[in-house]
């Protein structure tokens, strides 16, 4: 089989790069590992910067996300009892949008099937050759059938798992990477939110979030240790603990359910450089993580599919490898700036096991900093509606 761009992985990045692509008539196959019900079943991102529903519009996908996507001004931050409100609207004149990874990626798979789009699923065994030559190919198997996947380029959109980023050699690859000595347990919950908007807590007992993905659909998260499991915590146990985290005011009106999802999620920044070799282009999670405070993994890897759909058009369109040839550079020094502001505002709101006295009295000024000063409020609404691509 030949295609221009062999795309690995069928993640949101991947999904959005081959819908992108189609929209030009550049042609591309996505060999994803998984089944697509197990895809649409995870529960990741929930928070969309107005980049990100540009590259949907762009991709003709965007009318659920329109009508279904609530729109947030602003965000609350707590500390103790304290609470305050960052206005996005007022500092930059933009919002976010809450609308669940899930939906993005099925609107992205109903649209990729809808033009007949060619996506390969549970292929196995996955090897990238050539992809410093100008006739790189992808060998995989699908049900123990070897096959094999001719193409221009190859976009590694494969998660911080896959095997794109491995393809490059060692002393090509540099990685920088900070692990946190803590996990999120999170738990979806068929329950109204809190809150309109997301509260971002730091408490003496850790941190928590109160997050949604629609009017009855709440996604709340506390810290918890890296040896807790999942089935450690009863649902009763988790909404005890979250109360104990946000304000009083805001823990009365909790409203508690049973939990439809719950998982443990480690948190890691990550970055990998460079994100280009040869003709092998890395996208997302398979170049970058970013721990989930200030929601930028997902709008992160849509700026990466931004730059690369640009550098692949003009290659296609005008025949200039201008684009391409600046992918890694372009997209880095974004990609940087969202390992920034995610690592700036972990710090910030996390309690941490070797936390001095004089650590917790710096987390607390900058809190109140941030609380009283507008220039504080107006990086941090910058940061978080996503800096310009
Ligand atoms: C708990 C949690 C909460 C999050 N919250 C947010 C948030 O609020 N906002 C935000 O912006 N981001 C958030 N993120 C991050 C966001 O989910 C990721 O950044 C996003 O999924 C990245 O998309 P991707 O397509 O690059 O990678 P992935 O979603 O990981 O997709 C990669 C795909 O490649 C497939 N694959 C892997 N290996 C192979 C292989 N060898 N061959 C073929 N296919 C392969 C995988 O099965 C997968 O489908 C969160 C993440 C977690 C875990």
Same mark, same amino acid.
């Given at each position: 089989?030949?295609?221009?761009? =062999? *795309?690995?992985?069928?993640?949101?990045?991947?999904?959005?790069?081959?819908?992108?692509?189609?929209?030009?008539? *550049?042609?591309?196959?996505?060999?994803?590992?998984?089944?697509?019900?197990?895809?649409?079943?995870?529960?990741?991102?929930? &928070?969309?910067?107005?980049?990100?529903?540009?590259?949907?519009?762009?991709?003709?996908?965007?009318?659920?996300?329109?009508?279904?996507?609530?729109?947030?001004?602003?965000?609350?931050?707590?500390?103790?009892?304290?609470?305050?409100?960052?206005?996005?609207?007022?500092?930059?004149?933009? #919002?976010?949008?809450?609308?669940?990874?899930?939906?993005?990626?099925?609107?992205?798979?109903?649209?990729?099937?809808?033009?007949?789009?060619?996506?390969?699923?549970?292929?196995?065994?996955?090897?990238?050759?050539?992809?410093?030559?100008?006739?790189?190919?992808?060998?995989?198997?699908?049900?123990?059938? %070897?096959?094999?996947? +001719?193409? +221009?380029? &190859? %976009?590694?959109? +494969?998660?911080?798992?896959?095997?794109?980023?491995?393809?490059? #050699?060692?002393?090509?690859?540099?990685?920088?990477?900070? &692990?946190?000595?803590?996990?999120?347990?999170?738990?979806?919950?068929?329950?109204?939110?809190?809150?309109?908007?997301?509260?971002?807590?730091?408490?003496?007992?850790?941190?928590?979030?109160?997050?949604?993905?629609?009017?009855?659909?709440?996604?709340?998260?506390?810290?918890?240790?890296?040896?807790?499991?999942?089935? +450690?915590?009863?649902?009763?146990?988790?909404?005890?603990?979250?109360?104990?985290?946000?304000?009083?005011?805001?823990?009365?009106?909790?409203?508690?359910?049973?939990?439809?999802?719950?998982?443990?999620?480690?948190?890691?920044?990550?970055?990998?450089? #460079?994100?280009?070799?040869?003709?092998?282009?890395?996208?997302?999670?398979? %170049?970058?993580?970013?721990?989930?405070?200030?929601?930028?993994?997902?709008?992160?890897?849509?700026?990466?599919?931004?730059?690369?759909? @640009?550098?692949?058009?003009?290659?296609?369109?005008?025949?200039?490898?201008?684009?391409?040839?600046?992918?890694?550079?372009? %997209?880095?020094?974004?990609?940087?700036?969202?390992? @920034?502001?995610?690592?700036?505002?972990?710090?910030?709101?996390?309690?941490?096991?070797?936390?001095?006295?004089?650590?917790?009295?710096?987390?607390? =000024?900058?809190?109140?900093?941030?609380?009283?000063?507008? =220039?504080?409020?107006?990086?941090?609404?910058?940061?978080?509606?996503?800096? #310009?691509?």
């Amino acid at each position: 089989m030949r295609t221009q761009v =062999a *795309i690995i992985g069928g993640g949101p990045s991947g999904l959005l790069l081959s819908q992108l692509l189609h929209t030009r008539g *550049i042609d591309s196959v996505v060999l994803e590992r998984k089944t697509k019900g197990y895809v649409l079943g995870r529960i990741r991102a929930g &928070v969309l910067e107005q980049g990100f529903v540009t590259l949907m519009e762009e991709a003709g996908c965007a009318d659920r996300l329109h009508a279904e996507g609530i729109t947030h001004d602003g965000t609350l931050v707590s500390y103790g009892d304290e609470l305050f409100r960052v206005d996005f609207k007022e500092h930059t004149g933009t #919002p976010v949008v809450i609308y669940g990874q899930t939906e993005v990626t099925r609107d992205l798979y109903e649209a990729r099937e809808k033009s007949g789009g060619k996506i390969e699923f549970n292929v196995e065994n996955v090897v990238i050759h050539g992809a410093d030559t100008e006739t790189p190919y992808v060998s995989y198997a699908v049900d123990g059938e %070897a096959r094999r996947l +001719d193409c +221009d380029f &190859v %976009a590694g959109c +494969d998660g911080f798992h896959g095997v794109s980023r491995q393809t490059i #050699p060692l002393d090509v690859r540099r990685e920088y990477e900070k &692990v946190y000595p803590f996990g999120w347990l999170g738990i979806l919950s068929e329950t109204p939110p809190v809150n309109h908007e997301l509260i971002y807590a730091n408490s003496p007992r850790g941190f928590a979030l109160c997050s949604m993905r629609n009017e009855n659909l709440s996604r709340y998260y506390i810290q918890c240790s890296l040896s807790d499991k999942p089935e +450690d915590w009863t649902d009763e146990a988790f909404w005890q603990e979250l109360k104990r985290r946000i304000p009083a005011d805001q823990a009365a009106k909790l409203v508690t359910g049973p939990s439809i999802e719950k998982s443990i999620a480690p948190l890691r920044s990550f970055v990998t450089e #460079p994100m280009r070799w040869g003709r092998l282009f890395l996208c997302g999670d398979a %170049a970058h993580i970013v721990p989930p405070t200030g929601a930028k993994g997902l709008n992160t890897a849509a700026s990466d599919i931004h730059y690369l759909y @640009r550098g692949l058009r003009e290659f296609y369109e005008s025949a200039s490898t201008d684009g391409i040839d600046s992918y890694s550079e372009k %997209a880095l020094a974004r990609v940087w700036k969202a390992e @920034r502001f995610s690592w700036w505002f972990s710090s910030l709101m996390h309690r941490y096991p070797d936390q001095s006295e004089f650590d917790l009295k710096m987390q607390v =000024a900058e809190l109140e900093f941030l609380r009283s000063n507008k =220039a504080a409020q107006q990086a941090m609404a910058e940061n978080y509606v996503g800096l #310009p691509y």
